[in-house]
């Protein structure tokens, strides 16, 4: 049977600069210097290295693989001063067999280069490409008869589940390097339901429970067994979900025959003080939090994520557009690239129940120069995606400026649009204009908007929110226009926030911390909920609560107040230093109330049977640890 040993700790890393230290992996060598603004985060092959005794194992009976689940970008692996393999993409699992090579003492190294290149992707985004072995690295012993480990990183076992009215058909196809194969259904309190045997069997099962998003994300296991003269000598466990699914361009998203509306967020996966070498706690609490404010759908951005993740969305019901980095700027010498990065995540993640689409790109008009072998590539991966999986759909994200009549927009069988109307362009209103042009023009091409979104920061405030000014006031406006704008356009097949988290954008420079994208809903050491996380709570999740916004924005100079409530509950009622001021029902969940200055404002929010406290002090000039900000010339100033 299969067997493990963690190669995390004992390695020696040795820098740019030819500085030798001792890490363990998860490691990046820019979990500082690419998250500090500058677009100066260092980008070169640095050098990871540490010996392990040969493995307990029969060279006779069993093989030893050494598995990475991500190195970014390239890599070259060397066991004795031995070529053992190369790999080009920092964000998928790739393995090697070593167990020719191994000797008592054996020295593995690992080159790993994130430079500029025109060859591997990404190479042109707003984010930082850390550079390093940013997730685990472990030995995997199994027998001569093994479930196949050489078919594009993949478990080799792929699981698609067909309802069939009540039932399903569990077809599990397999590949082996010798022996047969017996497959077993369990449901999830470990009783089997199902059961037969070969590489390519379909399972009948007269009930089956679907796989209904967050209300009901119920997850079979297939086990799979590799046997040998009746003896079994390799055996996985692979959960999947029993769903339909399909996007109609009227109504939406359709799960499992009934209208399900997608509304969700995107996600990056760094953290501050680590850039992506985080731990499964972390991606626990991320996902805690994307539960916590109701979503239904995450945009894994702008790559293959981890496998943990995907699982936790399995398990949590998130819907999920998984996607390869092909990003901003199309690279004629990249395309095999884009080839093997969408065939790695295709066959890693298909069993996934979580996963209904494939994302082909993102904003690749940008920069691309050879339209004509942009888009070719674009039909090529298309066509990819449609014969490796007929069972999901194909999308891309459309950078703002592509307009609705370009071709690379009407290739994938949905589309969506990175649009930022009423942040980067003035007027919000534009996007119900886009939205009623597009759908009126195409009505049968389902839209959806992949990115949307305003920056905020926790330390900014404005009595008068301007486009622009990075407050939190105003990030709260602009989402609080957007979800009464989608409620107007009910067939969009999805929405996703840009973005859940604030994350390291390098090369950024622009409105206070550089080096950050601050447009996140939760900041980006994932302490502080920002007013408009409560905002997508009070429409998303149906669980009672009330918020009181603009908390931080404590000392206020105004002669009069707007206080703004955020809640699940039809009416909020609002008391100042023990008086009731008013009561308010609303039907976007957001309650305001006019309030004169006094000086001291001690105000309680109740909402059925929550509540909700702040302060407002008056002061007659801005607080001396505020400073004064002038976003443009245009705008008035805000105290921050």
Same mark, same amino acid.
């Given at each position: 049977?299969?067997?493990?040993?963690?190669?995390c700790?004992?390695?020696?890393?040795?820098?740019?600069?030819?500085?030798?230290?001792?890490?363990?992996?998860?490691h990046?060598?820019?979990?500082?210097?690419?998250?500090?603004?500058? @677009?100066?985060?260092?980008?070169?092959?640095?050098?990871?290295?540490?010996?392990?005794?040969?493995?307990?194992?029969?060279?006779?009976?069993?093989?030893?693989?050494?598995?990475?689940?991500?190195?970014?970008?390239?890599?070259?692996?060397?066991?004795?001063?031995?070529?053992v393999?190369?790999?080009?993409?920092?964000?998928?699992?790739?393995?090697?067999?070593?167990?020719?090579?191994?000797?008592?003492?054996?020295?593995?190294?690992?080159?790993?280069?994130?430079?500029?290149?025109?060859?591997?992707?990404?190479?042109?985004?707003?984010?930082?490409?850390?550079?390093?072995?940013?997730?685990?690295?472990?030995?995997?012993?199994?027998?001569?008869?093994?479930?196949?480990?050489?078919?594009?990183?993949?478990?080799?076992?792929?699981?698609?589940?067909?309802?069939?009215?009540?039932?399903?058909?569990?077809r599990?196809?397999?590949?082996v390097?010798?022996?047969?194969?017996?497959?077993?259904?369990?449901?999830?309190?470990?009783? +089997?339901?199902?059961?037969?045997?070969?590489?390519?069997?379909?399972?009948?099962?007269?009930?089956?429970?679907?796989?209904?998003?967050?209300?009901?994300?119920?997850?079979?296991?297939?086990?799979?067994?590799v046997?040998v003269?009746?003896?079994?000598?390799?055996?996985?466990?692979?959960a999947?979900?029993?769903?339909?699914?399909?996007?109609?361009?009227?109504?939406?998203?359709?799960?499992?025959?009934?209208?399900y509306?997608?509304?969700?967020?995107?996600?990056h996966?760094?953290?501050?003080?680590?850039?992506?070498?985080?731990?499964?706690?972390?991606?626990e609490?991320?996902?805690?939090?994307?539960?916590?404010?109701?979503?239904?759908?995450?945009r894994?951005?702008?790559?293959?994520?981890?496998?943990?993740?995907?699982?936790?969305c399995?398990?949590?019901?998130?819907?999920?557009?998984?996607?390869?980095?092909?990003?901003?700027?199309?690279?004629?010498?990249?395309?095999?690239?884009?080839?093997?990065?969408?065939?790695?995540?295709?066959?890693?993640?298909?069993?996934?129940?979580?996963?209904?689409?494939?994302g082909?790109?993102?904003?690749?008009?940008?920069?691309?120069?050879?339209?004509?072998?942009?888009?070719?590539?674009?039909?090529?991966?298309?066509?990819?995606?449609?014969?490796?999986?007929?069972?999901?759909?194909?999308?891309?994200?459309?950078?703002?400026?592509?307009?609705?009549?370009?071709?690379?927009?009407?290739?994938?069988?949905?589309?969506?649009? @990175?649009?930022?109307?009423?942040?980067?362009?003035?007027?919000?209103?534009? @996007?119900?204009?886009?939205?009623?042009? #597009?759908?009126?023009?195409?009505?049968?091409?389902?839209?959806g908007?992949?990115?949307?979104?305003?920056?905020?920061?926790?330390?900014?405030?404005?009595?008068?929110?301007r486009?622009?000014?990075?407050?939190?006031?105003?990030?709260?406006?602009?989402?609080?226009?957007?979800?009464?704008?989608?409620r107007?356009?009910?067939?969009?097949?999805?929405?996703?926030?840009? @973005?859940? #988290?604030?994350?390291?954008?390098?090369?950024?420079?622009?409105?206070?911390?550089?080096?950050?994208?601050?447009?996140?809903?939760?900041? #980006?050491?994932?302490?502080?909920?920002?007013?408009?996380?409560?905002?997508?709570?009070?429409?998303?999740?149906?669980?009672?609560?009330?918020?009181?916004?603009?908390?931080?924005?404590m000392?206020?100079?105004?002669? +009069?107040?707007?206080?703004k409530?955020?809640?699940?509950?039809?009416?909020?009622?609002?008391?100042?230093?023990g008086?009731?001021?008013?009561?308010?029902?609303?039907?976007?969940?957001?309650?305001?109330?006019?309030?004169?200055?006094?000086?001291?404002l001690?105000?309680?929010?109740?909402?059925?049977?929550?509540?909700?406290?702040?302060?407002?002090?008056k002061?007659? +000039?801005?607080?001396?640890?505020y400073?004064?900000?002038?976003?443009?010339?245009?705008?008035?100033?805000?105290?921050?």
């Open positions: 049977m299969r067997q493990t040993i963690d190669l700790p004992g390695w020696r890393f040795t820098g740019l600069d030819g500085t030798t230290v001792p890490v363990d992996v998860p990046t060598w820019n979990n500082i210097d690419g998250q500090d603004g500058g @677009n100066d985060y260092k980008r070169g092959t640095c050098l990871y290295e540490r010996t392990f005794p040969r493995p307990d194992f029969d060279p006779e009976t069993q093989r030893v693989f050494i598995e990475f689940d991500g190195v970014n970008a390239s890599a070259d692996v060397k066991l004795g001063g031995a070529a393999c190369h790999h080009d993409g920092g964000y998928s699992t790739f393995r090697a067999d070593i167990t020719d090579m191994l000797e008592d003492t054996n020295e593995l190294s690992v080159s790993v280069d994130n430079s500029v290149n025109d060859r591997v992707y990404p190479q042109k985004a707003d984010f930082t490409f850390y550079g390093g072995i940013y997730r685990a690295v472990r030995l995997v012993i199994v027998n001569k008869a093994h479930f196949a480990m050489d078919i594009f990183g993949s478990c080799g076992i792929r699981v698609t589940a067909t309802p069939k009215g009540e039932g399903a058909g569990v599990v196809q397999s590949h390097t010798e022996g047969d194969v017996r497959v077993t259904i369990l449901d999830k309190k470990g009783k +089997a339901v199902g059961a037969d045997e070969g590489t390519d069997c379909t399972i009948e099962l007269a009930k089956a429970r679907r796989w209904h998003g967050t209300s009901d994300p119920y997850l079979y296991t297939c086990r799979a067994e046997l003269d009746g003896h079994v000598t390799d055996s996985l466990d692979i999947f979900g029993v769903r339909s699914f399909r996007v109609d361009p009227k109504i939406g998203f359709v799960l499992n025959d009934k209208p509306p997608l509304h969700g967020v995107s996600r996966q760094d953290r501050k003080g680590l850039g992506n070498a985080i731990t499964r706690e972390m991606h609490e991320d996902m805690a939090l994307i539960r916590e404010m109701g979503c239904n759908t995450v894994l951005a702008h790559y293959q994520h981890d496998q943990y993740f995907y699982d936790l399995d398990r949590a019901g998130m819907v999920v557009w998984a996607e390869i980095p092909y990003i901003s700027e199309h690279m004629n010498n990249g395309r095999a690239n884009t080839i093997s990065q969408m065939e790695e995540l295709i066959e890693q993640n298909y069993n996934h129940a979580c996963i209904v689409c494939w082909v790109s993102n904003e690749i008009t940008i920069s691309t120069k050879d339209k004509a072998d942009m888009l070719d590539n674009h039909r090529v991966l298309n066509d990819l995606v449609h014969q490796m999986d007929p069972t999901r759909f194909t999308t891309l994200a459309c950078y703002a400026m592509c307009g609705p009549f370009n071709p690379v927009a009407h290739i994938t069988d949905t589309v969506s649009w @990175n649009l930022y109307l009423g942040w980067y362009v003035p007027g919000m209103f534009l @996007n119900d204009l886009w939205i009623g042009f #597009f759908h009126l023009r195409y009505p049968n091409r389902p839209l908007y992949s990115e949307y979104g305003a920056e905020g920061m926790p330390n900014l405030h404005s009595e008068h929110p486009r622009n000014d990075h407050t939190e006031e105003y990030q709260a406006k602009y989402h609080e226009f957007m979800l009464r704008c989608f107007r356009h009910p067939h969009m097949w999805a929405t996703h926030v840009w @973005n859940m #988290f604030d994350f390291a954008a390098d090369a950024r420079d622009q409105g206070g911390e550089p080096g950050m994208n601050h447009k996140g809903l939760v900041t #980006f050491d994932r302490k502080t909920k920002k007013d408009s996380f409560y905002l997508y709570k009070a429409w998303w999740n149906p669980d009672p609560f009330v918020h009181i916004c603009s908390k931080r924005f000392n206020r100079a105004a002669k +009069a107040i707007t206080v409530v955020y809640s699940t509950e039809k009416t909020v009622t609002l008391r100042v230093n008086k009731l001021v008013g009561e308010k029902t609303s039907p976007d969940h957001v309650f305001t109330f006019r309030v004169p200055m006094e000086k001291e001690r105000v309680e929010a109740v909402a059925g049977k929550c509540r909700d406290s702040a302060t407002f002090v002061v007659d +000039a801005p607080d001396p640890s400073k004064l900000r002038k976003d443009s010339k245009k705008q008035k100033s805000n105290w921050v």
